[in-house]
């Protein structure tokens, strides 16, 4: 089945440790996403890509960096990781064609000590 | 930009009642209301969704009602089973190419037996 996934599903690392989640699919969508989902405040934008050669920040991208290295792989860095991104990580794909609705990765738990 | 508040933040219900969860939203030029359910451990999937040429949508035992004068739009549950005990979350979007959701703060949703 056509599907997004996420590597790692778990990890927990230190203060100031950079830091690379990866999103790949089989979906075929030329748009990808990365989220974080925090109890009580939803899910958040972090930065978005439309295409390959399109990167955009969402509404807290501060402290996050992200690759698009190539249509289907789509990576969020946190380069020098602090408590308060402790967070469960979210990728997403949609396909233009279809309103936006969003399919989302399985989520990757990130603790930082 | 868009802004999706969503309410109640936790709904408890008896098997059997009907739910309701609201959101509003700010920019009027929004056109597309999905809403997404997450069981707990797992990914937000949608599970129905409404344009703004339309004030009403059902598929069986949840619907959503749109108000676009007042910008506001709900999810219905009726007929609730524990299986519909989740986080669900609502968003807002232009639609369309170009254009990404905003989602709400998310409602837990738990039906009592």
């Known amino acids: 089945d056509a599907d997004v996934t996420q590597t790692p599903r778990n990890r927990i690392t230190k203060t100031g440790k950079r830091i690379m989640l990866e999103c790949s699919q089989t979906k075929g969508h030329d748009r990808m996403y990365w989220y974080r989902q925090d109890p009580g405040l939803g899910l958040r934008l972090i930065y978005y890509?439309?295409?390959?050669?399109?990167?955009n920040k969402g509404e807290i991208s501060d402290g996050y960096s992200v690759s698009r290295q190539a249509q289907a792989k789509f990576s969020l860095s946190l380069e020098s990781a602090i408590p308060n991104q402790t967070a469960l990580y979210f990728c997403?794909?949609?396909?233009?064609?279809?309103?936006?609705?969003?399919?989302f990765g399985p989520g990757t738990r990130l603790t930082v000590l | 930009g868009e802004n999706v508040e969503q309410h109640p933040s936790t709904l408890s219900v008896q098997e059997g009642d009907s739910a309701v969860i609201k959101c509003t939203y700010s920019d009027s030029a929004s056109n597309y209301f999905p809403w997404y359910k997450q069981e707990l451990g797992k990914r937000p999937q949608l599970i129905i969704d409404?344009?703004?040429?339309?004030g009403e949508k059902k598929d069986q035992r949840i619907a959503v009602t749109l108000n676009k004068t007042a910008k506001h739009f709900s999810l219905h549950i009726t007929e609730t089973q524990p299986e519909d005990s989740a986080v669900y979350f609502c968003a807002a979007s232009k639609g369309g190419g170009g254009n990404k959701l905003t989602f709400g703060t998310g409602t837990q949703l738990k039906v009592e037996l």
């Open positions: 890509s439309f295409d390959v050669k399109d990167i």
């Open positions: 409404i344009r703004s040429n339309v």
């Open positions: 997403a794909t949609s396909d233009p064609g279809s309103y936006n609705e969003q399919f």
